[in-house]
């Protein structure tokens, strides 16, 4: 099993400013098989990102994901009322399919 | 734009089987594109995956639920299914079935499900 952990819990900043999230994996994955998704409460979770670095359809360009091995990030820049969310980061590189345990991005 | 929806029980009791149904809309259970999969979602906590099925009935499942687990596919229907035999409070959760082909791209609005006598 691979294991994502997802650092930090919770993010508490002010609208406009840059989020950054890590998400660590316990062995090292192919940038090709790591996505990102957003998660508003009561709803389902939005995929945000494919392949470590894909934005998927529709998903704004202040969204960008980076990373290789076992370190990937996802940098939300200017943030906007609509960003505040948790964020899971999930891995496909293996038949056994993890997802990390979240970050909450929160209003300061 | 193919959508999900899932339905069934919102409440099981204990030892019993949990059982929901997830309908496609708009597009076709049978494309070789996709596995159809379930999630699910504890009160508070992250995502953990289920397994999910091909359009052939070929089936993967998480290893820690694999025992209790069956994922059926109803292709005339244009369905597909989630069994979790003897069930606890521990699977109270919320339960999403999702469209993935690797990544999860399509998901249903979730059924919250509540494991009580």
């Known amino acids: 099993e691979i294991v994502l952990t997802q650092s930090p819990g919770i993010l508490s900043l002010s609208p406009g400013e840059r989020a950054t999230l890590s998400c660590r994996a316990s062995q090292s994955i192919s940038s090709s098989f790591l996505a990102w998704y957003q998660q508003k409460p009561r709803q389902a979770p939005r995929l945000l990102i494919y392949?470590?670095?894909n934005r998927a359809t529709g998903i704004p360009d202040r969204f960008s994901g980076s990373g290789s091995g076992t370190d990937f990030t996802l940098t939300i820049n200017r943030l906007e009322p609509e960003d505040f969310a948790v964020y899971h980061c999930?891995?496909?590189?293996?038949?056994?399919?993890?997802f990390g345990g979240g970050t909450k991005v929160e209003i300061k | 734009q193919e959508q999900l929806q899932e339905s069934g029980p919102g409440l099981v009791k204990p030892s019993q089987t949990l059982s929901l149904t997830c309908t496609v809309s708009g597009g076709s259970i049978s494309s070789d594109a996709y596995y159809w999969s379930w999630i699910r979602q504890h009160p508070g906590k992250g995502l953990e995956w289920i397994g999910y099925i091909d359009y052939s009935g070929s089936a993967y499942y998480n290893p820690s639920l694999r025992s209790r687990v069956t994922i059926s596919v109803d292709t005339s229907k244009n369905q597909f299914s989630l069994k979790l035999r003897s069930v606890t409070a521990a699977d109270t959760a919320v339960y999403f079935c999702?469209?993935?082909?690797?990544?999860?791209?399509?998901w249903g609005q979730g059924t919250m499900v509540t494991v009580s006598s």
């Open positions: 392949g470590t670095s």
């Open positions: 999930q891995q496909y590189a293996s038949s056994f399919l993890t």
């Open positions: 999702a469209r993935a082909p690797g990544t999860f791209d399509i």
